[in-house]
């Protein structure tokens, strides 16, 4: 991994895509906020390190929310954008997340299936146990890692992928991650991030059908995080 002068921490790149690892904080697209988005500064770090002329393409396949950090992939050409998109649809690319919760699970691994909907006046979701109007399925797989005095750490694999999908389903069953007070944490972190961290990545790369796996270094300088290595 390597940073420069935009402090983007690069985990890969090549001629049709660039994986970083996003910060908490940073958005990955223009928002309402105005604020300058992730995808922006990958363009200028593009621009900038291959010297290129005129506008940079450079396609977002995925998102995450702004106060979760980890992996993010952006496509570098139109191929390699139409062909992650049909990846991601197809669940050809394997995401590992590290949430750390609030208190102790029973289970030390365990399946969570909800059906989740959106309420976009709040920007949040409510899990159901049933099917209801609007909502839509939710699988993810999680197993403890690690158990701290007040908190555990949980290596999460999702089988979909849901607006807040994580934080919610957490929330659902009693362990909010910490730092969410959106889903019912008790107060938040410091720099308003919440302990998400998209860890890993899985998947044949589109152009050269290389098998990639990349695993982001977990944020720095948090004695929580810490305690997780």
């Not at 996003?22 to 390190?49: C, F, M």
């Not at 607006?163 to 019912?184: A, E, T, W």
């Amino acid at each position: 991994m390597h940073s420069n002068k935009n402090n983007l921490l690069v985990l890969h790149e090549d001629n049709h895509i660039i994986i970083i690892n996003k910060r908490a904080g940073d958005i990955v697209q223009g928002d309402k906020t105005g604020d300058k988005p992730l995808s922006d500064v990958v363009k200028e770090y593009i621009k900038e390190k291959y010297s290129k002329p005129g506008n940079v393409f450079l396609g977002t396949v995925h998102r995450l929310d702004r106060p979760t950090s980890g992996i993010v992939i952006f496509a570098r050409t139109s191929k390699a954008l139409e062909r992650l998109n049909k990846m991601l649809r197809d669940k050809d690319i394997k995401k590992t997340y590290f949430a750390i919760v609030k208190g102790h699970l029973t289970k030390k691994t365990n399946t969570l299936t909800n059906f989740l909907k959106k309420n976009p006046k709040n920007n949040k979701s409510s899990a159901f146990a049933k099917e209801i109007t609007g909502s839509k399925k939710a699988i993810l797989h999680y197993k403890i890692t690690k158990e701290l005095d007040n908190y555990s750490l949980l290596e999460i694999d999702l089988e979909t992928g849901r607006h807040h999908q994580i934080r919610c389903q957490l929330s659902n069953i009693g362990h909010p991650i910490k730092g969410d007070l959106k889903y019912g944490f008790s107060r938040s972190n410091k720099n308003g991030s919440i302990h998400l961290h998209a860890r890993k990545i899985a998947f044949l790369h589109p152009v050269s059908k290389d098998s990639i796996e990349i695993t982001a270094p977990l944020p720095k300088g948090d004695p929580i995080w810490d305690a997780c290595n």
